[in-house]
């Protein structure tokens, strides 16, 4: 059975830091590229960050969070993070993680930045 789930979210003042991550079984993780999505409030989902397979070294990044998020991967844990710094109310949102071409979600993540 496919599972991915997604934690380390909450409440966090503009300009402080979270790390999410993302737990996978179920599929052969190392061979996925993994994306983390956001969907805001009455808003689409959108791709936050992108991380190539197996081995991550390509990196890819939604142009509001270049140089605030950094995506990584960890395939002997079969799990996905997603650190960010410098939190803007912006970035409020239930935040996702996806494997590209697997189908399949997790619950999300609440990240509410606020002062």
């Known amino acids: 059975q496919v599972r991915l789930v997604e934690s380390g979210g909450g409440l966090v003042q503009p300009g402080g830091s979270l790390k999410l991550s993302c737990v996978t079984s179920?599929?052969?993780?190392?061979?996925?590229?993994m994306t983390w999505y956001r969907q805001a409030p009455g808003k689409e989902r959108e791709l936050v960050a992108s991380?190539?397979?197996?081995?991550?070294?390509?990196?890819t990044y939604a142009d509001s969070v270049k140089g605030r998020f950094t995506i990584s991967r960890d395939n002997s844990k079969n799990t996905m993070y997603l650190q960010m710094n410098s939190l803007k109310p912006e970035d409020t949102a239930v935040y996702y993680c996806?494997?590209?071409?697997?189908?399949?979600w997790g619950q999300g993540t609440q990240v509410t930045v606020s002062s």
């Open positions: 991380i190539s397979s197996p081995t991550g070294n390509t990196t």
């Open positions: 179920g599929f052969n993780f190392s061979v996925y590229v």
């Open positions: 996806f494997a590209r071409g697997l189908g399949y």
